[in-house]
């Protein structure tokens, strides 16, 4: 497949052009961590919420509460002045503590590392729940789509796809498994940095060689 002939070489240079940015949040959280409540609480936080104000507002929350059984008490008006200006902040604080609730009423106040149950807690999506399980749990089990994720691998054009679940499912079949754990980290990363959304930086990006730029009208 001549489309993805290029994916091991793309890969390990972007591992080279990582070096140069900040880690996404959840990914930072996950390694400094290897705490997966703490992951878990960072992603619901950081839904439609630039990663610049997803760590501030984590750090503050997590210097309240680090645990599901403190942040339970801490009122929504707490953690909601805590976490200001995530987007949609009030229902974030509402979710949080449904989290925290459901956590240490069914799992003793610990994160399952299921798939099927994180995806019934409130607010957490196929997103999260894979973020949760490789930055949380250190699992090669799922490739997390986010809207970098699904930008690049479009313009690279790994993948034709319309919908960011419809990209995990793409992604799975070509990429090597070996690859998943760090994907979503590396392409938050360059896409946050180089292949932003409108005039990307092809001009020094790592991989323009091995990039048709599928969508792409006007760079830098």
């Known amino acids: 497949m001549d489309k993805i002939k290029n994916i091991s070489k793309i890969i390990n240079l972007l591992k080279k052009e990582i070096q140069h940015f900040e880690n996404p949040i959840a990914t930072e959280i996950g390694e400094r961590t290897e705490d997966p409540f703490l992951v878990l609480i960072s992603c619901i936080l950081s839904l439609r919420t630039k990663d610049t104000t997803t760590g501030p ?19 929504k008006k707490q953690i909601e002045k805590a976490i200001f200006p995530v987007g949609f902040y009030p229902t974030k604080a509402k979710w949080i503590k449904q989290v925290c609730r459901i956590l240490i009423q069914k799992y003793n106040g610990k994160v399952p590392d299921n798939e099927e149950e994180l995806l019934q807690f409130p607010g957490i999506g196929r997103k999260c729940m894979g973020i949760v399980m490789c930055y949380g749990f250190g699992k090669n089990s799922h490739i997390p789509v986010d809207t970098h994720v699904f930008k690049v691998t479009n313009r690279l054009g790994w993948v034709k796809t319309k919908t960011p679940e419809k990209t995990e499912q793409e992604l ?25 959304p409108v005039s990307p930086f092809c001009s020094k990006c790592y991989i323009s060689k091995y990039c048709p730029r599928i969508g792409v009208t006007r760079s830098r």
Request: proline share 5%; hydrophobic share 45%; net charge positive.
């Open 57 to 75: 507002a984590s750090k503050r929350l997590f210097a309240l509460a680090d645990n599901p059984y403190d942040m339970v008490k801490l009122s």
């Open 172 to 196: 799975m079949k070509i990429i090597p498994r070996k690859y998943w754990h760090d994907l979503n980290n590396l392409l938050v990363a360059h896409g946050q940095n180089i292949c932003v």
